[in-house]
């Protein structure tokens, strides 16, 4: 059955309060400190993206989902760029994940924008599939160690190697298939495996690191096979490469 929800864009200190409080549910205690309910209230009202997911119970609403990102420029247009966007462990593979990214979806075409922008770990599988096979983003640019160690539940105390992912949301993606891509597996559940083994984790990130950051000065990810590895075909243009 699926989860009963509704997803709305925060206005209220409260609801910013509660933003943070599911951060924590989602990374991990601590984690919503990461930014003040100040700050997005700022966000907010400057015309920025936050917004929630609420179930109903018998104490209230809870917020299961949060998302919050702002106005940022790639490549020359105007886009969303999602800085997080987090659900409830007990609700994962319910769907509210593709419900929270079809919200901003949605509140970006009204406002008039081109794309959606956001990064993502590359070496967690699940999230890699989620984002270029079932949004159809691709992922065009490759970041070092990008926010430093976050030291949450998802990432540890491991460096933050990051993909840059843009959804153009007003375009549906061309499938091209090409001689000359490039195929890269990933490790089936890196999050457990740095629970369980630091230094297998740590030599799945050097190699990802090193295998990408070579192939990212002709190729981007345009795709991800159902057994866990990326495709990644050649450049057509030179702009905005990173």
């Known amino acids: 059955m699926k989860p009963d929800y509704s997803i709305r864009v925060l206005h209220h200190l409260d609801e910013m309060k509660q933003l943070q409080d599911c951060a924590n549910q989602v990374w991990g205690p601590g984690t919503g400190e990461m930014v003040s309910a100040d700050f997005l209230m700022a966000l907010s ?35 969303l760029h999602s800085h997080i966007t987090g659900v409830n462990p007990a609700l994962q593979n319910s769907g509210l994940g593709t419900a929270m990214k079809n919200h901003q979806k949605q509140w970006a075409l009204d406002a008039g924008l ?58 549906e993606r061309v499938r091209v298939n090409e001689s000359d891509s490039i195929v890269l597996e990933t490790p089936e559940d890196i999050v457990q495996l740095r629970r369980s083994d630091q230094a297998s984790a740590r030599a799945w990130r050097l190699n990802m690191r090193e295998q990408l950051s070579q192939a990212f000065h002709t190729h981007e990810v345009t795709g991800f096979t159902k057994d866990g590895s990326y495709v990644l075909t050649p450049r057509h243009s030179t702009k905005g490469q990173s």
């Open 45 to 79: 009202h400057a015309g920025g993206y936050v917004s929630g997911a609420f179930t109903s119970t018998d104490s209230g609403e809870v917020m299961v989902a949060c998302s919050f990102g702002m106005l940022a420029q790639h490549r020359g247009d105007w886009c």
């Open 114 to 171: 081109t794309a959606i922008t956001w990064t993502f770990d590359p070496l967690v599988r699940r999230n890699a599939w989620f984002n270029i096979e079932c949004l159809g983003a691709n992922a065009v640019e490759f970041h070092i160690n990008f926010y430093g160690p976050l030291h949450d539940d998802i990432n540890g105390d491991d460096e933050t190697d990051r993909l840059l992912a843009r959804w153009d949301i007003r375009t």
